[in-house]
């Protein structure tokens, strides 16, 4: 890990390496989303500042092979896990 990474996550994080929000380096250190105050593991992006989330629903994709995913308004609490 270098000296430059930050001890914050971004504002915005995607886990869709063809986003703009994607970034291979933060997500390699394990990110965890805490949403409305709840640990959520299914996380596909977020955004701090807009105060969403957009999380994937069960196993379905759409036609272009992405997950389904439902867009909620709350608090995010992005975080990186221990280890």
Known sequence: MSEK???TPPDRLSVNPDSPYYDADVLQ??????????????????CVS???????VGASKDRHGNP???KLQGPVEPYFREG
């Open 5 to 7: 990474t930050s001890d």
């Open 68 to 70: 389904l995913t439902v």
């Open 50 to 56: 807009e105060g969403w989330v957009r999380l994937s």
């Open 29 to 46: 250190r394990n990110v965890g989303v805490r949403f409305k105050g709840q640990d959520k593991t299914n996380v596909e992006e977020y």
